[in-house]
Antibody, heavy 125, light 111 residues
Framework: QVQLQESGPGLVKPSETLSLTCSVSGGSTSSYYWSWIRQPPGKGLEWIGNIYYTGSTNYNPSLRSRVTISVDTSKNHFSLKLTSVTAADTARYYC???????????????????WGQGTTVTVSS | DIVMTQSPLSLPVTPGESASISCRSSQSLLDSNGHNYLDWYLQKPGQSPQLLIYLGSNRASGVPDRFSGSGSGTDFTLKISRVEAEDVGVYYCMQALETVTFGQGTRLEIK
């Protein structure tokens, strides 16, 4: 069973950089896509971006200028950096595996099948 | 961005009855390979979202057959037959054809 665990500071000051890591066990980051999603208090889900194990990334256009997602297959984890944070970035942050891959130029997709429990990040001075 | 619109936003249901949630997208989610890139997720109270349905109508592993997804193009429906107390939570549709976007969520509660 694949398990994901988010880690990182729970409190970040405005204008600083939010950094989170998602550690994967029971599976390998050397395949599939890996995604970050966030949920402001009392609100819905917002996709932040994802990364393929090759390092190819896709970002939410509304966050693209501030987001970097990276993967370290040797440590079996992937990371999120969000710069110049404001109170609007206060949210619960989830990492998830996207069961999708390319094979012979064909794309195979079966949803975000494993999620971490989430970590709450508050932006405040 | 593709905008996802769910209805209703609140859904009170009597146990044992069925429930349906509608999800509409601002553009077609049908790809050239014939797949609709539409998923359904359930976020139970205090938990992370969990995958119910992918590609419009495929049940994820371990999901009871009381849950079914249908639709194509821009109109999709999640149906829950014989609602149980454990089905309470917020249901989200999500499109994965382009930059991922979620619907606003539909809160299912037991009457």
């Amino acid at each position: 069973q694949v398990q994901l665990q988010e880690s990182g500071p729970g409190l970040v000051k405005p204008s600083e950089t939010l950094s989170l890591t998602c550690s994967v066990s029971g599976g390998s980051t050397s395949s599939y896509y890996w995604s970050w999603i966030r949920q402001p208090p009392g609100k819905g889900l917002e996709w932040i971006g994802n990364i393929y194990y090759t390092g190819s990334t896709n970002y939410n256009p509304s966050l693209r200028s501030r987001v970097t997602i990276s993967v370290d297959t040797s440590k079996n984890h992937f990371s999120l950096k969000l710069t110049s944070v404001t109170a609007a970035d206060t949210a619960r942050y989830y990492c998830a595996r996207v069961a999708a891959f390319w094979s012979n130029y064909n794309y195979y997709y079966s949803g975000m099948d494993f999620w971490g429990q989430g970590t709450t990040v508050t932006v405040s001075s | 961005d593709i905008v996802m619109t769910q209805s209703p936003l609140s859904l009170p249901v009597t146990p044992g009855e069925s429930a349906s949630i509608s999800c509409r997208s601002s553009q077609s989610l049908l790809d050239s390979n014939g797949h609709n890139y539409l998923d359904w997720y359930l976020q139970k109270p205090g938990q992370s979202p969990q995958l119910l349905i992918y590609l419009g109508s495929n049940r994820a592993s371990g999901v009871p057959d009381r849950f079914s997804g249908s639709g194509s193009g821009t109109d999709f429906t999640l149906k829950i037959s014989r609602v149980e107390a454990e089905d309470v939570g917020v249901y989200y549709c999500m499109q994965a054809l382009e930059t991922v976007t979620f619907g606003q969520g539909t809160r299912l509660e037991i009457k």
